[in-house]
């Protein structure tokens, strides 16, 4: 005679299995951010540097990834996410279109400065600012400020580009001398404010606004 199992007994053992694979992918792709954040970025990373900084067998990451490059897309969709949330998070209120765009460019250079490893993987490999759905959010946060004016801009796209650019630039920096520090993180976002159209004046009181409210002096 078969004994079945009280069906909220099954949801838990799904859920637990569930669970354990979401934190074996986490650590994978942990592992894959330590592996292509040095020199050479993800060109010069291997499967075995992947499960080596991960402590698991290469069964474990096939079981998640059919390739290094598919952990790589996996991370960079991961960090983007990350990103989205939590400014969605620590600013969930915010109308003004250019405190917005302050808010994030110093939630993302101050990203760089405190985290070697993650400016290391994105100054190296630029996958971070050139993902899609982060290029998305430029595009509706750019596109809000324009509607709203703003912004005053030409094309979105090149818009986007230009943001991308300042951003990329910011973080290389940051890594290569992670002492610029406050100053630079809130230069470079008055620079970022003035490329998008925002008047010299307008851009330093609003880029300082957003140093306040995160926390940093201006």
């Given at each position: 005679?078969?004994?079945?199992l009280?069906?909220?007994?099954?949801?838990f053992?799904?859920?637990?299995?569930?669970?354990k694979?979401?934190?074996?992918?986490?650590?994978?792709?942990a592992?894959?951010?330590?592996?292509?954040?040095?020199?050479?970025?993800?060109?010069?990373?291997?499967?075995?540097?992947?499960v080596?900084?991960?402590?698991?067998?290469?069964?474990?990451?096939?079981?998640?990834?059919?390739?290094?490059?598919?952990?790589?897309?996996?991370?960079?969709?991961?960090?983007?996410?990350?990103?989205?949330?939590?400014?969605?998070?620590?600013?969930p209120?915010?109308?003004?279109?250019?405190?917005?765009?302050?808010?994030?460019?110093?939630?993302?250079?101050?990203?760089?400065?405190?985290?070697?490893?993650?400016?290391?993987?994105?100054?190296?490999?630029?996958?971070?600012?050139?993902?899609?759905?982060?290029r998305?959010?430029?595009?509706?946060?750019?596109?809000?400020?324009?509607?709203?004016?703003?912004?005053?801009?030409?094309?979105?796209e090149l818009?986007?580009?230009?943001?991308?650019?300042?951003?990329?630039?910011?973080?290389?920096?940051?890594?290569?001398?992670?002492?610029?520090?406050?100053?630079?993180?809130?230069?470079?976002?008055?620079?970022?404010?003035?490329a998008?159209?925002?008047?010299?004046?307008?851009?330093?009181?609003?880029?300082?606004?957003?140093?306040?409210?995160?926390?940093?002096?201006?």
């Amino acid at each position: 005679m078969v004994t079945k199992l009280p069906p909220d007994s099954t949801d838990f053992r799904v859920r637990v299995a569930a669970e354990k694979r979401q934190r074996m992918r986490q650590r994978l792709l942990a592992a894959t951010l330590d592996a292509c954040s040095g020199p050479g970025g993800p060109a010069a990373a291997v499967i075995d540097d992947i499960v080596g900084a991960a402590g698991v067998s290469r069964g474990a990451f096939y079981r998640h990834f059919a390739s290094l490059d598919e952990a790589v897309t996996a991370l960079v969709d991961s960090l983007v996410e990350e990103i989205v949330a939590a400014a969605q998070t620590t600013f969930p209120d915010i109308a003004d279109a250019a405190l917005g765009c302050a808010l994030g460019t110093q939630l993302l250079l101050r990203r760089a400065a405190d985290d070697r490893e993650w400016a290391g993987f994105v100054a190296r490999t630029g996958l971070l600012l050139d993902a899609a759905p982060l290029r998305a959010v430029l595009e509706r946060t750019i596109g809000h400020g324009a509607s709203h004016g703003a912004f005053a801009i030409g094309p979105i796209e090149l818009a986007v580009d230009a943001v991308a650019g300042i951003l990329l630039a910011g973080i290389r920096r940051l890594h290569g001398n992670p002492a610029a520090g406050a100053a630079y993180i809130l230069d470079l976002s008055v620079i970022l404010l003035q490329a998008l159209g925002v008047p010299p004046d307008t851009a330093r009181r609003t880029a300082e606004t957003a140093a306040q409210r995160i926390g940093d002096p201006a």
